[in-house]
């Protein structure tokens, strides 16, 4: 399968807090994205969990959570970021979801890809992704691009997760999508 070509679009805390009130209109027009109604619906749980990480930390706003678009037709398929900036261990956590109607058509291998060369140009030197074991299709990016297991936590909200982890690097060395 050929990926397609997926470009991270920041929103900032300003879309976010326009999406965190369900104001969809007013956040495409500030960030000149058509964003999906899924982003005050099925995802609206994510804008105060980010604003709460900006507000902490303002670096922050410039890794987290930003619109995923595919390149070719500007659609807005996802949202994927770091969770912040890379801890005192150089490690940085991504995370992505694309929305159910663009899934299995290569945008989470592009987009989890695209993360680990940002991760590069950010200086971390681990590069983390926390897995459901039931999410055998985030499972099976992680894996194709080379994540190793190296154990597992408990989150508050998602239960079990498994713990991959690998060094970021540019794309001229990923290994090829599965």
Known sequence: MTLPTVGLIFLGDEVFELLQRGDLAEASLRSQLDLPRAFVTSESWLW????????????????????????????????????????????????????EEHR???????????????????????????????????????RGLGFVQVGEQIDDEDGVELIYERGPAPPSVLPPSP
């Open 48 to 99: 105060p969990v980010f604003r709460a990480k900006i507000a902490a930390d303002p670096e922050a706003e410039a890794v987290v959570v930003r619109a995923i678009v595919d390149a070719e037709t500007h659609v807005v398929v996802g949202h994927a970021g770091f969770h912040a900036p890379p801890d005192s261990r150089g490690m940085i956590e991504v995370g992505y979801t694309v929305l």
């Open 104 to 142: 299995r058509r290569g945008y989470a291998t592009a987009t989890v890809s695209l993360l680990l060369s940002e991760a590069a140009t950010l200086g971390a030197s681990v590069v983390r992704a926390s897995v459901s074991p039931d999410n055998a299709a985030s499972l099976a990016v992680v």
